[in-house]
Antibody, heavy 119, light 110 residues
Framework: QVQLVESGGGLVKPGGSLRLSCAAS????????MSWIRRAPGKGLEWISY????????YYADSVRGRFIISRDNAKNSLYLQMNSLRADDTAVYYC????????????WGQGTLVTVSS | HSVLTQPPSVSAAPGQKVTISCSGN????????VSWYQQLPGTAPKLLIS???RRPSGIPDRFSGSKSGTSATLGITGLQTGDEADYFC???????????FGGGTKLTVL
């Protein structure tokens, strides 16, 4: 069965950096597009970044463009999110998800990892 | 504020039916598929409806989706207390080049 397991969250000071990982199994990772999505406390879901199957196409939300970098290692079945210049409003649970059925659909989600940005 | 518009909350009694609306524009719902997600308290979001009206394997037929123009609707029949959750619509936005979500609708089963 499809499994997505995020790791790397934690407490970081404003201006700091953090790297999230997402380990994928149960499907052909290298064939599928992936996204990172977050949910801040008391807020809704916010899509933040997308990467195509080979990494040739990447998109970011305006809120993170220039600060976050998405990448993937298909040999390791892993997705990454390098987060720099973190701000308090980046505090959220971060989820990775796989697009099985096209760009509009996030078919499976990981359990999420909590990132807290606070001094 | 969210690109797609949903009501913040809906409520109904057990056994009843509820609908949740999702409004967008030609860049998202109007020209791309709509998906719906259920997020139970303390858990990850789960896909309920894909491609406007298709239920993934394991999703009961109490859940249904429809789309017309730049709006979409999620229907839930035979409400159960276990359906209490946040529900989100989502779609690809061709102008923004990204997934856009509604603000979420909290369902309360009274």
């Amino acid at each position: 069965q499809v499994q997505l397991v995020e790791s790397g969250g934690g407490l970081v000071k404003p201006g700091g950096s953090l790297r999230l990982s997402c380990a994928a199994s149960g499907f052909t990772f290298s064939d599928n597009y992936m996204s990172w999505i977050r949910r801040a406390p008391g807020k809704g879901l916010e899509w933040i970044s997308y990467i195509s199957s080979r990494g040739s196409t990447i998109y970011y939300a305006d809120s993170v463009r220039g600060r976050f970098i998405i990448s993937r290692d298909n040999a390791k079945n892993s997705l990454y999110l390098q987060m720099n210049s973190l701000r308090a409003d980046d505090t959220a649970v971060y989820y990775c998800a796989v697009h099985y059925r096209g760009n509009s659909c996030l078919d499976y989600w990981g359990q999420g990892t909590l990132v807290t940005v606070s001094s | 504020h969210s690109v797609l518009t949903q009501p913040p909350s809906v409520s109904a009694a057990p056994g009843q039916k509820v609908t949740i609306s999702c409004s967008g524009n030609s860049s998202n719902i109007g020209n791309n598929y709509v998906s719906w997600y259920q997020q139970l308290p303390g858990t990850a979001p789960k896909l309920l409806i894909s491609e406007n009206n298709r239920r993934p394997s394991g999703i009961p037929d109490r859940f249904s989706g429809s789309k017309s123009g730049t709006s979409a609707t999620l229907g839930i029949t035979g409400l159960q207390t276990g359906d209490e959750a946040d529900y989100f619509c989502g779609a690809w936005d061709s102008r923004l080049s990204g997934v856009v979500f509604g603000g979420g609708t909290k369902l309360t089963v009274l």
